[in-house]
């Protein structure tokens, strides 16, 4: 669990998980996040830093239960949320 509070609101993720990591499947949703090699920051105004990123390959826990409340026009701005 990981809560925050934001406007005097407590926003919320919950879950459970499987007991044991699972091997993330090739070209899955969870490997697109998890397998990037490249990090960027900014430094000033005008310029970006990339930086390598290098870590074994990661596994996954299954989620078996979420139970995640958040008010998302309380955390982001209302411009962020609309097309």
Known sequence: MYQW???NKWNTIQVTTQKNPIAIAP???AEFITEHYFGYTKINENATFEYEVTHPRWQQFEVTKNESVIDF?????KELLTD
């Open 5 to 7: 509070k934001v406007k």
């Open 27 to 29: 070209d899955s949703e």
């Open 73 to 77: 026009e309380g955390v982001y701005e």
